[in-house]
Structure formats: C-alpha cells, structure tokens
C-alpha cells in the first residue's frame, strides 16, 4: 500500500517563529489532508490539499503531486498551535472509497 | 458544516461485555464512513469502510466478528465491540465524506471527536 512519511517526528519552536512541516507519499493521490490533533484527540481539519496551494490565515500548505510531496507552513507560531500534525493521504487506486492513511505524525510543541 | 459526532466520548466496561460505539452525520448524508483506532501516542489505523446499506470492508488483520459494523442509514454508523477484553482498549474515531460526485473535496473526510474505550 501507499507510503506516507512526516518529517521531523518532534518540533519545538519559540512563539512568533515559523516552521515546515513536509508529508512524502509513495503514490499518486486523490486525496491529501492535513490535521491538528488537540489534546483531547478531536483531529482538525486544516487543508484539503491533493494538490495546488493553500492559504488559511497564518497557515499555508502547498502539495507538489507530480513530486510526492506537501509541505504545511505555520507563521507567527502561537502556544495554541501546540499538537500533533498528521498528514493523510488516499490513493489514486483506492477509487471512490479513498480510503486514508496516515502519517506518524509530528509532534508541535511552541514555548511562550 | 460538515460536523460528525460521536457517542458515547468516554466509556468504560468489563471483560466480556459489548459495547456499541455510533457515529453520525449532523448535517450532511454520507455514503461512506471510516472506523479507525489509535493507540497512545501513535498514528491512526483504519479498521474499515463501512457504506450505506451494505457490508463494511474489513482492513486486514481486523476481526470482523469482534468489530461489528453497521451502517444503517445515510447518518448513521455503528461500531460494536463484541466481548470486550482488555487489549481492545483504544481510542476509536470515526470520519464520514460528504463529497458528491463532480464536486472539488469530494473525497474529504470529515472526523469525529473520538471514542475512548476502557475496558478492565
């Protein structure tokens, strides 16, 4: 099955530093999408993104398809920012079901 | 938009007992939706698709008999943890796609806030 790898596996940052989050995938993809787990385990969406760029505030993200890669952007980081980021990925192949799998994760820990 | 809920959020019980997890759609339909488990500090693993008016498929190396699933309306999913032991404590999550065909995001998932099962 598809491949999907997050780098780095842990981030720590100062508040108000910007940081990159990158998810490599083995595949071509239907489906790409970006999460922030909060500390009681609700994952958030934060960009469908099989390809093409996107902005949500201080948040970007930005898939490369032909490269198998997408790499998240977090400006002016805040202590709220703090979690775990997955990145997901459905597979060309899977079809309609497009069904997900996950990266490890990256664990973001922003000190004030 | 988009919302999927999940109940119970918490529940803890016996060896040996069955519990019932449910998933809904709040606002939209959804042919499809996910079950998947996550262990402390590790990633999600999908335990199976389960669409509407049919039989789930299964990931492989999930037992279908102890998870039953069952997705009786277009809202509606259930995952049933079937004679409960201890190694199946989890976090359980549920997502559901509302996409439409031809529609940009029709493969999104939207997810649920979690099931914490316990079992002692």
């Known amino acids: 099955g598809i491949q999907v790898e997050q780098s780095p596996p842990d981030l720590i940052l100062q508040e108000g530093a910007n940081s990159t989050l990158r998810c490599n995938f083995s595949?071509?993809?239907?489906?790409l999408q970006w999460f922030h787990q909060n500390p009681w385990g609700q994952l958030i969406n934060l960009f469908y993104?099989?390809?093409g760029t996107k902005q949500n505030g201080r948040l970007s993200a930005t898939t490369v398809a032909t490269e198998r890669y997408s790499l998240l952007y977090i400006s002016s980081s805040q202590t709220t920012d703090s979690g775990v980021y997955f990145c997901?990925?459905?597979?060309?192949?899977?079809?309609?079901?497009?069904?997900?799998?996950f990266g490890k994760g990256i664990t973001l820990s922003v000190r004030p | 938009g988009a919302v999927v809920s999940q109940h119970p959020s918490r529940v803890i019980c016996k060896s040996g007992t069955s519990v019932k997890i449910e998933c809904r759609s709040l606002?939209?339909?959804?042919?499809?939706m996910f079950w998947y488990r996550q262990f402390p500090k590790k990633s999600l693993m999908l335990m199976a698709t389960?669409?509407?008016?049919?039989?789930?498929?299964?990931e492989q190396g999930v037992e279908k008999d102890k998870f039953l699933i069952n997705h009786a309306s277009l809202t509606l999913s259930t995952l049933t943890v079937t004679s409960a032991h201890p190694e199946d404590s989890s976090f359980y999550i549920c997502s559901a796609r509302p996409g439409e065909v031809g529609l940009a995001g029709y493969y999104e998932q939207y997810f649920g806030p979690g099931t914490r099962l316990t079992v002692t």
């Open positions: 389960s669409n509407e008016g049919s039989k789930a498929t299964y």
């Open positions: 993104i099989p390809s």
């Open positions: 595949d071509s993809v239907n489906n």
């Open positions: 606002d939209f339909q959804a042919t499809t």
């Open positions: 997901a990925v459905g597979a060309r192949v899977t079809g309609a079901n497009s069904k997900l799998t």
